[in-house]
């Protein structure tokens, strides 16, 4: 699938460390603008036509286009999302640098993701649902 970037040095430097390649989009920049808001709604809530889709974002993005307790995502972390949910994206969980190693040297993601880290008050999926994507 896509692996989406903020165009800033630092989180383009990682999706093509992590994934191999990235596209920039500004959607993944801070800013209010009503197009801005519009392209990140739809990159959170629209599942992709096939695999999962990648956001390399900011934390402040994260926090106010998703459902999580501001703290609750740490520098470094990856949130899980289901762009399918009800409401909007449903976050799922996430991973940290340690449980990213932890899967880096099972080889390639299980179905089953035993090490993901649920948000306060929420208990982690068993299953990553079908479109589910990734946003850091």
């Known amino acids: 699938g896509a692996v989406l970037a ?3 040095a630092r989180t383009m430097d990682s999706a093509e460390l992590g994934f191999g390649r990235a596209e920039a989009t500004d959607a993944l920049v801070y800013g209010n ?15 992709p036509a096939a695999g999962n889709r990648v956001l390399m974002t900011h934390q402040g993005i994260l926090y106010s286009s ?16 289901d762009p399918q949910g009800a409401d909007g994206p ?6 940290g ?8 040297e099972a080889g ?3 179905p089953h993701f035993s090490n993901i880290l649920p948000f306060p008050g929420r208990e982690a ?3 990553l649902p079908t479109g589910a994507g990734v946003v850091s």
């Not at 603008?33 to 599942?47: I, N, Y």
Request: glycine share 6%; aromatic share 6%; charged share 35%.
């Open 33 to 47: 603008q009503p197009e801005k808001q519009r392209e990140r709604r739809r990159l959170l809530t629209s599942p």
């Open 108 to 110: 390639p993601a299980p």
């Open 125 to 127: 999926p068993r299953h």
């Open 66 to 81: 998703l459902d999580v307790e501001r703290g609750s995502i740490r520098e470094g972390d990856c949130v899980v999302v």
């Open 97 to 104: 640098p340690d449980e990213f190693a932890a899967l880096s």
């Open 90 to 95: 449903r976050t799922l969980g996430r991973y």
């Open 6 to 8: 903020s165009p800033y």
